[in-house]
């Protein structure tokens, strides 16, 4: 290793000596920062998912507690009528799409499977209904869905790097990668 090579940190990259799996306490905590917020999200919604797949009336379409019964009461005070509209033609159907939706993106980001694609999904979600069952809430952050929706966002950009399938995955490839070109 060369002089510049130990000033530069070593040789660990152009992270430096902190860089990777070294470094100190503030280091360690950096790298497991989201998990916290994946774990939380990941709970509520395979909870929200699994309790609206298992309450048989949130999954009618009509009737105290449905889901058709709730687009009902939303439609005129929503920012995007036209999707409670497409919702409402089948809101046992669209009961069910949101169930599994929620149950899919928690799932995924539990276990930090394409967890982006997951966050970008609970994003999604979150964001319809944000601009339909709790757009008229006031003031505006009497509404949980537009906390949500900014909540998946980190995960968006940065996935989970750690203790997560994606990270098992990305580190075989690179195993193979190297005993294919190393």
């Known amino acids: 290793m060369s002089h510049a090579d130990r000033a530069v940190g070593g040789g660990s ?12 306490p503030r280091e360690a905590m950096a ?24 309450d048989p009336a949130f999954l009618a379409s009509g009737g105290t507690g449905s889901v058709g019964e709730l687009m009902r ?21 669209f ?27 609970g994003a999604l979600i979150s964001l319809s209904l944000w601009l339909t069952v709790s757009w008229s809430a006031e003031p505006y952050y009497y509404g949980n869905d537009l906390a949500y929706l900014m909540a998946w966002l980190p995960l968006v950009l940065a ?23 190393g």
């Open 13 to 24: 990259g152009l992270g430096g000596a902190g860089a990777g799996r070294g470094g100190g």
């Open 159 to 181: 996935g989970a790097p750690m203790l997560s399938l994606d990270a098992m995955l990305a580190a075989r490839r690179g195993r193979q990668g190297r005993q294919l070109f």
């Open 31 to 54: 790298r497991y920062a989201l998990l916290p917020l994946r774990i939380f999200l990941g709970v509520t919604f395979v909870y929200a998912g699994l309790d609206k797949l298992t």
């Open 73 to 93: 009461q939303v439609r005129d005070t929503s920012a995007v009528p036209a999707l409670v509209d497409l919702a409402l033609k089948n809101p046992a159907g």
């Open 95 to 121: 009961g069910y799409a949101i169930a599994a939706g929620e149950l899919a993106v928690g799932i995924g980001t539990l276990v930090g499977l394409f967890t982006r694609v997951a966050a970008l999904g």
